[in-house]
């Protein structure tokens, strides 16, 4: 198991974070990394890239964003909007000195990253989203068009209710993890799984026991989760979704064209943010690659990192190195 950085909680704005540092740019030739984990991970998501980031020549910052591992984490749901968490991205910028850096998400880090470089676009000087691409804002309340789809039982309809989510998860943090990180399942499957699949709470409560041969990743890894839900609570991660309608309406009449240089990587087997969903992702993204990884499901840090760490650094190397 390769090592990861030890934290260090630094102030961002009105929280603290912790980061987890690998400086491969001492001499600060090129733009700094920032990664962004998504729900429910953490910092240490990205212990598979930090390395061959740094070794690429980067200086390579990841995050435990607030609500997260051992960061800041504040019950009140308002402190989770897009408008909050990419303050805490600049005020994290200011702290550390950067004027500028390429900021890269996966799953919600790739929403909230997209979000920093619509709502500043003056700190980003290049996005790299991986399974989560840019799409228009939609006509109505999304959440209101996830529960016509699909009830009151998928887990972004669910999660809006208070307290309920995060208190049913911290009743078990090791089935929690075990439950959510698994590998993929064929496209042919997949009809078979909708919509329960989007149930979380209910395969919380009612699964079976999950097995670890089934894991993307290794019991190891699966503890550092375990452990860093234990210490943070679940609160942090589902008030992120307490927040979609918000973020919905703060868009409402702002530009959101993305024009920092872009990467976005998908996976084929990502039931959950399939490649298809980025087909008009140029039409917002005007300096945009994309790539598909096949045989790889939405864990891709994980599940193919070999591949994606060659994509991200080739795509580096061509837009930014010197």
Same mark, same amino acid.
């Given at each position: 198991?390769?090592?990861?950085?030890?934290?260090?909680?630094?102030?961002?704005? /009105?929280?603290?974070?912790? *980061?987890?540092?690998?400086?491969?740019?001492?001499?600060?030739?090129?733009?700094? *990394? @920032?990664?962004?984990?998504?729900?429910? +991970?953490?910092?240490?998501?990205?212990?598979?890239?930090?390395?061959?980031? &740094?070794?690429?020549?980067?200086?390579?910052? &990841?995050?435990?964003?607030?609500?997260?591992?051992?960061?800041?984490?504040?019950?009140?749901?308002?402190?989770?909007?897009?408008?909050?968490?990419?303050?805490?991205?600049?005020?994290?910028?200011?702290?550390?000195?950067?004027?500028?850096?390429?900021?890269?998400?996966?799953?919600?880090?790739?929403?909230?990253?997209?979000?920093?470089?619509?709502?500043?676009? +003056? %700190?980003?000087?290049?996005?790299?989203?991986?399974?989560?691409?840019?799409? %228009?804002?939609?006509?109505?309340?999304?959440?209101?068009?996830?529960?016509?789809?699909?009830?009151?039982?998928?887990?972004?309809?669910?999660?809006?209710?208070?307290? *309920?989510?995060?208190?049913?998860?911290?009743?078990?943090?090791? %089935?929690?993890?075990?439950?959510?990180?698994?590998?993929?399942?064929?496209?042919?499957?997949?009809?078979?799984?909708?919509?329960?699949?989007?149930?979380?709470?209910?395969?919380?409560?009612?699964?079976?026991?999950?097995?670890?041969?089934?894991?993307? *990743?290794?019991?190891?890894?699966?503890?550092?989760?375990? =452990?860093?839900?234990?210490?943070?609570?679940?609160?942090?991660?589902?008030?992120?979704?307490?927040?979609?309608?918000?973020?919905?309406?703060?868009?409402?009449?702002?530009?959101?064209?993305?024009?920092?240089?872009?990467?976005?990587?998908?996976?084929?087997? /990502?039931?959950?943010?399939?490649? +298809?969903? &980025?087909?008009?992702?140029?039409?917002?993204?005007?300096?945009?690659?994309?790539? @598909?990884?096949? =045989?790889?499901?939405?864990?891709?840090?994980?599940?193919?990192?070999?591949?994606?760490?060659? @994509?991200?650094? /080739?795509?580096?190397?061509? %837009?930014?190195?010197?």
């Amino acid at each position: 198991m390769s090592t990861f950085p030890t934290p260090h909680r630094i102030r961002a704005g /009105d929280t603290t974070l912790a *980061i987890y540092e690998n400086d491969g740019d001492p001499t600060r030739k090129n733009p700094p *990394i @920032i990664l962004i984990h998504g729900w429910p +991970e953490i910092a240490y998501s990205w212990k598979n890239q930090l390395g061959p980031l &740094a070794d690429a020549g980067f200086r390579v910052i &990841a995050v435990d964003i607030k609500g997260f591992g051992y960061s800041d984490a504040p019950i009140d749901p308002t402190l989770y909007d897009a408008k909050t968490m990419t303050a805490d991205f600049c005020g994290l910028l200011d702290t550390l000195g950067i004027k500028k850096a390429i900021f890269c998400g996966h799953d919600w880090g790739g929403s909230l990253i997209w979000s920093m470089a619509q709502l500043h676009p +003056e %700190r980003v000087v290049g996005a790299i989203g991986l399974c989560t691409p840019l799409r %228009r804002r939609a006509p109505v309340e999304p959440i209101s068009i996830l529960r016509k789809r699909f009830g009151n039982v998928h887990y972004f309809v669910h999660f809006q209710q208070p307290e *309920i989510a995060e208190n049913l998860f911290a009743t078990d943090p090791e %089935r929690f993890v075990k439950l959510m990180f698994r590998r993929p399942v064929p496209r042919e499957k997949w009809p078979s799984l909708v919509p329960e699949i989007f149930d979380v709470p209910g395969r919380f409560k009612n699964a079976p026991e999950p097995s670890d041969d089934g894991l993307i *990743i290794s019991t190891q890894d699966a503890q550092v989760y375990v =452990d860093a839900y234990r210490n943070s609570g679940f609160h942090g991660g589902v008030n992120l979704y307490r927040n979609v309608d918000q973020n919905w309406k703060y868009m409402a009449g702002r530009d959101e064209v993305v024009r920092a240089p872009s990467l976005w990587i998908g996976a084929d087997l /990502d039931l959950f943010l399939p490649p +298809e969903t &980025a087909v008009d992702m140029d039409e917002l993204v005007p300096d945009l690659e994309k790539h @598909i990884i096949p =045989d790889c499901g939405h864990w891709m840090n994980w599940e193919k990192p070999n591949e994606i760490n060659k @994509i991200m650094i /080739d795509w580096l190397n061509r %837009r930014f190195s010197t």
